[in-house]
């Protein structure tokens, strides 16, 4: 009996060991499936009568890139290299790809961290694994040549916090030799001084510029929308190195890199009492007394009046009662009893009413 029902248990949880495995590897594969992304673009296709190339539309995997591809992502996009680096972008795409880099470069090569955070977006952008994920290919067009079909508008998600970011790092670059800054130049007719970063890369990704190959929507947004995730590159602060070849950006092209101010002397604490302002804890009780000892001294003024008259009135008395004694000698000493009793009263009540006074 016992001798069967070990190995029967073993095979009951070896079982269910295996589903377990099983379930998990299928939650696994399906999740990563749909997170994984692919192309949108591989190789170029097409070339309009400006000259400019269209990429060929393909929504397959990422292939390996090699050789003088390999060189010119690893100058430009050091995060995407990796021991088996797999790209939406072949040769031809990188090379222009850094044409177009040099060309932003003779504006905002002062600035390291501007141009870096620029670029970031473009190595994405152009050779990501994971294209699919944040753009949509929204205009495909045929090369009626070769049949090939070609890539002529994208619509690219990508986080307000990047552009903001990135828009910030480069206002302020400057040109010396022209006199302007960078976004003069690259923000179209809005100039630096009316460009905002939504403004900046409509100018980037608008197909009328003879530099923009085709039309690139960017559609800023702080979370999803629909099955789109946004692209969210690091950005780098002008204010802060890249690296330790590249330095912070200066004083002159990076408003944050100039030295702030010495701090404002803190502000003093407010004075409390009791849980309440202080002045007007204080300007309460003054408030108060002060109302008491004015009520209280009318009060007291008005005895006092009261206490004069009458000591007038007895003066008056003893003076008709003394110059009576003159007429009988002997009361003298009655009238000063009288006056003593006169007083009395008048003493008391003066102790009685003014104690506080
Ligand atoms: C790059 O790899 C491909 C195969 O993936 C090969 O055909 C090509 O010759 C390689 N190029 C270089 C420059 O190594
Ligand atoms: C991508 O763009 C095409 C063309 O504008 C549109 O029909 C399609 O719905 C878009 N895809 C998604 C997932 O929004
Ligand atoms: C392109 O396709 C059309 C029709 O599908 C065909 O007639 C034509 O020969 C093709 N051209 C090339 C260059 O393959
Ligand atoms: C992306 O931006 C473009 C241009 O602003 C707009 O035409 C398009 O509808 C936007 N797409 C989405 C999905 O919001």
Known sequence: MQRTA????????FISI?????LFFMSFLAVTNAEEGHCIWYGQCHTDQMGRSQNCYYTGEAKPLNGSGLEILARNCPHMMSNDVRTCCDVNQLETFDTNIKLAANFLARCPSCLDNLVKHLCEFTCSPKQSLFMNATQIEVNEDTNNTYVNAVDVFITNKYLQGTFTS?????????????????CGDWGASRCTAERWFTFMGDSNNPYVPFQIN??????KVGPFIPMDPEVTPCSKALNEKSPACSCVDCESSCPVPPPAPPLPTPFKLIGYD????????????????????IICFS????IVARGEEVGRQVGRRLAA????PGDVAR??????????PLQSKRSSTCSVC
Do not use: W
């Open 170 to 186: 480069c206002k302020k670059v400057s040109i010396p030799s022209l006199g302007q800054l960078a976004l003069d130049v690259m």
């Open 218 to 223: 960017y559609n800023g947004t702080d979370g």
């Open 278 to 297: 202080g002045i007007a804890v204080i300007m309460t009780i003054i408030f108060i007394s002060g109302s008491s000892i004015f009520l209280m001294s």
């Open 335 to 344: 009238i000063a009893l009288a006056a003593d009793q006169e007083d009395s």
């Open 6 to 13: 070990i190995p029967k248990l073993k095979h009951k949880n």
């Open 303 to 306: 005895n006092r009046k009261q």
């Open 325 to 328: 004694g003159l007429h009988h």
């Open 18 to 22: 295996a589903i377990m495995l099983a």
